[in-house]
């Protein structure tokens, strides 16, 4: 049995019997108004963060969710694009979009504003989408990709590519680790088929995010995951995992890189009342601007005594440079 094939198998069995805090971190649940989700939904929220974004869904946007879970994210989609066929759910266990589903016509009943076919389902795989090129404004995965091999992540990357419109977004969530996890458990498909053993590193995710033609990356969020320890898990010492919430835009990647947002700002506070770096990014006094990594390495080289340039803090909402 191939480790897909694993997984495939596992996530059936949990469609099948609910396990809540399967792999979900401890991130509220948002709350919107006049909107009651369904609680065998809410176990079956198997997910390591959010990827429903208010900013993101102006306008009633086409989504594409791959990974459909229990169906609270397509549910939350839904809300904000509240017409036939809006939400695209993606799922190759028939079980799992059988158990969609089901919550979804409890939805249906719980939520006056909610229809099933705001939603639809269909069978298909990350790595081969049943979706046209170009055809959707937003795609989203939570805590799937991290499942995927090397080889297969690549693939999986450049089917959400292909699919979405010129300028629209990717938003994940997803395991990622401090170092290179070792064999032992990279190859335990059980492991792997529960997001603990199948993570890369954050620095090798934005890559083969850029190689995959994404130009803009925004950190929303970077937090504690899971802790494989000594006792429990085969590793000589114990290693973090993180989850990480990202938003890649399909635009074209600049020939010096990716503008990748971190949540770094620059603060200019000279005597003048605003200052132009003459790369396109003007500062007023005393007013952060948030910069992208490239950026802020870029002014931090100036070494200018009235320009302070802050750290990382792993969390980005807009209003960049770039």
């Not at 990717?170 to 335990?188: K, Y």
């Not at 005393?286 to 792993?314: F, I, Q, Y």
């Amino acid at each position: 049995m191939s480790y897909l094939e694993t997984t495939r198998q596992y996530y059936s069995d949990v469609a099948e019997t609910p396990e809540p805090g399967l792999c979900c971190t401890t991130t509220p649940r948002f709350a919107l108004p006049g909107l009651n989700v369904p609680q065998r939904m809410n176990d079956m929220n198997y997910g390591c963060g959010s990827t429903v974004h208010p900013r993101d869904l102006v306008d009633e946007p086409t989504v594409l969710y791959v990974g459909v879970g229990g169906g609270l994210e397509l549910l939350q989609f839904a809300y904000f694009s509240r017409r036939p066929g809006a939400v695209i759910g993606v799922d190759p266990v028939a079980r799992m979009r059988q158990a969609a589903a089901e919550n979804l016509a409890v939805a249906a009943a719980e939520n006056d504003w909610f229809r099933e076919d705001f939603v639809s389902l269909h069978a298909g795989d990350a790595l081969e989408l049943p979706l046209e090129a170009g055809s959707v404004d937003i795609s989203a995965q939570n805590c799937l990709f991290n499942i995927f091999e090397e080889a297969d992540l690549v693939r999986a990357l450049a089917e959400m590519h292909r699919v979405l419109k010129p300028g629209a977004r990717f938003v994940l969530s997803d395991p990622v680790a401090p170092e290179p996890l070792p064999a032992s458990l990279t190859g335990d498909e059980r492991l792997r088929a529960m997001c603990l053993s199948g993570a890369t590193t954050y620095d090798r995710y934005l890559e083969l995010l850029v190689e995959a033609g994404f130009g803009t990356i925004e950190i929303r969020a970077r937090r504690p995951y899971r802790m494989l320890d000594t006792a429990r898990y085969d590793v000589d010492h114990a290693i973090l995992l993180e989850s990480l919430e990202v938003c890649a835009l399909k635009d074209p990647v600049p020939a010096d890189g990716a503008c990748v947002f971190t949540g770094r700002a620059a603060i200019y506070f000279g005597d003048q009342p605003a200052w132009d770096d003459g790369a396109g990014h003007f500062l007023l006094r005393d007013m952060p601007l948030a910069v992208c990594d490239k950026t802020a390495a870029n002014l931090e080289s100036l070494g200018r005594a009235d320009l302070h340039v802050t750290g990382s803090t792993w969390f980005y909402d807009g209003g960049g440079c770039c």
